[in-house]
């Protein structure tokens, strides 16, 4: 039973890896500063550091690996929210649907402004 338990774990941990790397493209597509950084790739892939400013000194950092996943918050230098496990990725949700957002009212000022064809 455990080796199947540690096997699932690894492939959540490359899936997360995955999804950090997608996060971190439609953040950098957004304007938004984004970074990951992954150990391994592809099907090797075991561990990935995300970063993100979303300005005002308002920074998220998202570690996952073999020994755990973390998420960590802070403002101007100083740790305001540090989730570990579970709610660290419900966190990576929160941000994944900001972009979701984000990206829609984008898409809704584009087309008002766009001229139309007459």
Known sequence: ???RLAEHYRSVVQDLVMSLQ??????????ITASCYS???G???HGASFVSDLGDGHV?????SDFGISWVESRNGH???KLEGA??????????EMLHQRR????TATQLSAPSAA
């Open 1 to 3: 039973m455990f080796p």
């Open 22 to 31: 997608a996060l971190a493209s439609g953040l950098k597509a957004c304007g």
């Open 39 to 41: 150990c391994g790739d």
């Open 43 to 45: 099907e090797d892939a």
């Open 60 to 64: 998220v950092r998202f570690l996952v």
């Open 79 to 81: 740790e305001l929210v």
């Open 87 to 96: 709610e660290a990725i419900q966190e990576l949700q929160r941000m994944t």
């Open 104 to 107: 829609g009212a984008d898409s």
